[in-house]
């Protein structure tokens, strides 16, 4: 009974992160996905590859509750995305790189409902991780090394709080 309990919410949850891969409708080479599967990327790219995802989830929150209603934890979760940005708009300046416009606005859909808004949640900080393990894997300079790791840190929190909300719908 335990184990079909399981699997019922594994594949649940699987659902639910389709639904939200709809949602979430970043154009390929933008964000996090654009980045995915990218080898030798320079520094610039990197960094536009990170804040245009830091960029885009911001804007997917704000979407979210702006008609869904603020809630946690997307009202906290975008307060972080709002140092995440700060902190990426540093690195920018500091080495002396162009900042790229944010056009996220352009790039998000209104999931269907709160469960989707929480599975599109979960998605993105799971992309948002994997782009970062994979730019950690290449050499960087310590300050950039040291913020990606930071913000691969605070998006394992925020996919904890998502993937928390979401398990209250199966």
């Known amino acids: 009974m335990k184990t079909l309990r399981?699997?019922?919410?594994?594949l649940s949850l699987a659902l639910s992160l389709l639904v939200a891969a709809g949602a979430f409708a970043a154009d390929a080479d933008f964000g996090a996905?654009?980045?995915?599967g990218q080898d030798n990327l320079t520094l610039e790219q990197m960094l536009t590859y990170a804040i245009q995802d830091e960029y885009l989830a911001r804007a997917e929150y704000e979407l979210i509750m702006s008609h869904y209603g603020e809630m946690r934890p997307f009202s906290n979760i975008i307060r972080s995305e709002e140092q995440h940005i700060a902190w990426l708009v540093d690195i920018f300046d500091e080495y002396g790189l162009d900042l790229p416009a944010d056009t996220a606005g352009e790039h998000v859909a209104l999931p269907a409902d709160l469960k989707a808004?929480?599975?599109?949640?979960?998605?993105?900080?799971?992309?948002?991780?994997a782009m970062y393990e994979s730019f950690l894997e290449e050499e960087l300079p310590g300050d950039v090394a040291d913020l990606f790791e930071e913000l691969k840190s605070a998006s394992e929190n925020h996919l904890?709080?998502?993937?928390?909300?979401?398990?209250?719908?199966n």
């Open 6 to 10: 399981m699997k019922i919410m594994i």
């Open 33 to 36: 996905r654009g980045a995915a």
């Open 117 to 129: 808004a929480f599975a599109t949640g979960v998605q993105a900080e799971i992309d948002n991780i």
């Open 160 to 169: 904890r709080a998502f993937q928390n909300n979401l398990s209250k719908y």
